[in-house]
C-alpha cells in the first residue's frame, strides 16, 4: 500500500473516531440534562449499579455459598421475609353490594 493510501486511512479512522467521541459526549450531556430535569437515572448508571451489586455479592461468597450443604442460597440473605413457611391460597374478604364502582363508559 503506497503513503497516500496510509495517510488517507489514518485520517478516515481519526475521523470515525472523533465522531463516536462527539456522539457519546452528546449523549452523556443530553443524559445528564435529563437526569436534572427529570430526577430518572441514565439507564447506563442504573445497569452500572446492578453490575456493583452482583459483583460485591459474587465476593461474598453468593454463588459458592448456594453449593454448599445445608446452606438456603443468596435469596435467603437477600429477602429473609422470604422464608415463610405458610403457602396462603385464597384470602376471604367480604364483597359488598353498594361499593363505589368505576361508571360504565357509554358510547354514543
Known amino acids: 500500500m503506497n503513503w497516500i493510501a496510509r495517510i488517507f486511512m489514518g485520517l478516515l479512522g481519526l ?9 457519546l459526549l452528546c449523549y452523556i450531556v ?24 452482583v459483583r460485591q455479592n459474587f465476593r461474598q461468597g453468593g454463588f459458592r455459598a448456594s453449593t454448599r450443604q445445608g ?12 422464608r415463610d413457611d405458610q403457602v396462603v391460597d385464597v384470602e376471604v ?10 361508571p360504565s363508559e357509554r358510547r354514543p
Open 15 to 23: 475521523g470515525f473516531l472523533a465522531a463516536l467521541l462527539f456522539g
Open 30 to 53: 443530553y443524559a445528564t440534562l435529563r437526569w436534572l430535569l427529570t430526577g430518572r437515572k441514565p439507564q447506563v448508571v442504573m445497569v452500572w449499579q446492578q453490575f456493583s451489586a
Open 71 to 82: 446452606s438456603e442460597g443468596p435469596r435467603a440473605r437477600a429477602a429473609p421475609f422470604a
Open 93 to 102: 374478604r367480604e364483597v359488598v353490594e353498594d361499593a363505589p364502582r368505576l
